[in-house]
């Protein structure tokens, strides 16, 4: 059984840092594009940052909207990718979602609330 499980999300202050983490199980991990997509109320769901599998070395990317701020990283040994995030802003609060991505398979989380309020 194929299950993504994100932590790490809560209110945080502006400027302040959050790290959100996703565990996974049911299938290879380690093989699969990791990647974290958050929504914000009324909007459409937007890519945040991609990590790529062990077999292209675990490249990253970013949106152009949190890059310097945000980082990804994954633990194969642990199954679990994270993100780093920095210097929040409140354009950042949405709900946040692990995928991994194997070609044409995908698997989702059920979300992560992140809210950057004074």
């Known amino acids: 059984q194929v299950q993504l499980v994100e932590s790490g999300g809560g209110l945080v202050q502006p400027g302040g840092s959050l790290r959100l983490s996703c565990a996974a199980s049911?299938?290879?991990?380690?093989?699969?594009?990791m990647s974290w997509y958050r929504q914000a109320p009324g909007e459409e769901r937007e890519l945040v940052a991609t990590?790529?599998?062990?077999?292209?070395?675990?490249?990253?990317n970013y949106a152009d909207s949190v890059k310097g701020r945000f980082t990804i990283s994954r633990d194969n040994a642990k199954k679990t990718v994270y993100l780093q995030m920095n210097s929040l802003k409140p354009e950042d609060t949405a709900v946040y979602y692990c995928?991994?991505?194997?070609?044409?398979?995908?698997?989702w989380g059920q979300g992560t609330q992140v809210t950057v309020s004074s």
């Open positions: 990590i790529t599998g062990s077999s292209t070395g675990g490249s990253t």
């Open positions: 995928n991994a991505q194997f070609g044409y398979l995908g698997y």
């Open positions: 049911g299938f290879r991990f380690s093989s699969y594009a």
